[in-house]
């Protein structure tokens, strides 16, 4: 199982920024993918989720209005697309993998997003 993520840059106030998260050696239709943030200092947080079966999305509250889950499961990968970018914005993203049933999941090893001026 592989989950890769890229993207991640060093972006101004306002600037924006797609995350990929390209998923191998599993059923990537089949399971939630999520994002996740974690900045220095601070506890792992969820971002953003979209569901395997029906594509449902949601977001944490910061995040709704300018960030965008999605995902093309004919490449088996999600994306993450983040519009009006703050400096708290600044962690490291992951990429997860939940089945929607089972215990399974997968974390990839996440790529820096830094904003600032």
């Known amino acids: 199982v592989h989950l890769v993520e890229s993207g991640g840059d060093l972006v101004q106030p306002g600037g924006s920024l797609r995350l990929s998260c390209a998923a191998s050696?599993?059923?990537?239709?089949?399971?939630?993918m999520s994002w996740y943030r974690q900045a220095p200092g601070k506890e792992r947080e969820l971002v953003a989720v979209i569901t395997g079966l029906s594509g449902t999305t949601n977001y944490a509250d910061s995040m709704k209005g300018r960030f965008t889950i999605s995902r093309d499961n004919a490449k088996n990968t999600v994306y993450l697309q983040m519009n009006n970018l703050k400096p708290e914005d600044t962690a490291v993203y992951y990429c997860h993998a939940q089945h929607p049933i089972a215990t399974f999941n997968y974390w990839g090893q996440g790529t820096q997003v830094t904003v600032s001026s």
């Open positions: 050696g599993f059923t990537f239709r089949v399971f939630d």
